[in-house]
Each structure stands twice: as C-alpha cells, then as structure tokens.
C-alpha cells in the first residue's frame, strides 16, 4: 500500500523487546515523514492493530517470544483481503534459512539491526511504494543462493529430510527407516552442513525451497 506522497509514511512497530520498541520509536519519531501509528509486542497484536490503523508499512522483528513468529506474521499480513500494508523486516537474523522464509512469507524488505539510521528511514520510504530492499549482507547471501548449485543430498538423506518435512522426531524418523537414532543425528548434521542451516525448521524451509523435496 502506497501512501501519497502529501503525507508521512504510516508505521506499526512490531517488536518483542520493550527497550529496542522505544529505541525505534523514538529514532523514527525523528524523521520528518514518517509517523508511527501503532505498536505491537506480538505477532497476534500486530495483526490487529494493522487491521484497525492501517498502516502503510509494518516493521518486523522475525523473533517474537509467544505467539506466533515475525515470518508467520508477515504472511497473514499480506494475505490478508483489500489493501494489505508493505513489511519490512528489521532483525538481527541474516541466516539463509530466516531470509528465505521472511521472503517466500510476503515480505518487502530485508534489514539488519546494524543498519545506519539513514538507511532503515530510506527503506521504509521504499517499502512503502512496494520496492525491496535488501540489507548488503543478506543481498550477498541471496545472490550467493541463486547462482549456487542445489545442494548433493544422498538418497538416505533426502529420506530423512522428507520425514523431517512431514514433522516426525529423531526417534519415529529412526523408527520409520528401520536405522538407529544416533544414525539419524549424524545424518541430520550432514543436512544442516549441505543446506546451511541450524535448525529442522530451517532445514525444511530450504529444502522446499530448493525443491529438495519433490
């Protein structure tokens, strides 16, 4: 959602953390065309207050506590009906996994924490005419991602990825392929080396992505 350029860009904060919301708040309260309208400790409150301010864009952290994630979120913010708000993801996550889920999610934009103020304001700016804007960083990591081959999984691994996406523990995927679990563990940790993740929910994510899976 655009808004004309006769009035500031309207922002809801979304933020689990008290301190870094105010820091925000009070950083963008600084910038002449940009008016915060609201704030949001969850994910749940964020998408109420969008529905009732109507907010041009909405800043996500990807990390909030209870409730549902920043990544969740964004996507029922921009599934939503009508004119849905722009996001644009502030956070201190810069794995792939977290910037391929934000991305496929519906959001806008890409930002670290580390940003210069100047840029996170020049970023809003754009998200609000529904233009990405990518952290360097995370460009890095994108562009590294399209031009690297998909990743070479054994036959075995691909198995337990594909229990893995359905949701099964260490112990059923160990069951359901007839190996051990600690051969699952060592197997998992090969995974997360090719895939470059940490975590399962990472792992799934960008094995869906990279089509890993069908």
């Given at each position: ?14 933020d689990d953390h008290v ?71 502030l956070t201190t996550y ?84 007839f190996i051990s679990e ?33």
């Amino acid at each position: 959602m655009t808004g004309p350029a006769s009035r500031p860009v309207r922002i809801l904060v979304c933020d689990d953390h008290v301190v870094v919301r105010a820091g925000l708040l009070a950083l963008l309260g600084s910038a002449p065309d940009i008016e915060v309208v609201g704030e949001a400790g969850t994910g749940e409150e964020a998408l109420a207050l969008a529905q009732k301010l109507s907010p041009d864009v909405v800043l996500m952290d990807l990390q909030l506590g209870e409730g549902i994630d920043g990544v969740e979120t964004t996507r029922r913010l921009t599934a939503g009906p009508g004119d849905s708000p722009h996001v644009l993801v502030l956070t201190t996550y810069d794995t792939d996994a977290d910037i391929t889920r934000a991305i496929e999610a519906g959001a806008t934009g890409y930002l670290l924490k580390a940003e210069r103020p100047e840029e996170l304001f020049a970023a809003i700016q754009a998200a609000a005419q529904g233009r990405t804007t990518l952290s360097a960083p995370v460009a890095s990591r994108v562009m590294a991602r399209m031009r690297s081959p998909r990743p070479s999984l054994t036959d075995r691994e691909r198995d337990i990825l594909a229990q893995l996406a359905q949701g099964l523990g260490n112990r059923d995927i160990a069951r359901a392929l007839f190996i051990s679990e600690a051969t699952v563990k060592t197997h998992l940790g090969r995974i997360y080396d090719k895939l470059g993740v940490d975590t399962r929910a990472g792992a799934v994510a960008v094995a869906k992505e990279q089509r890993l899976l069908g």
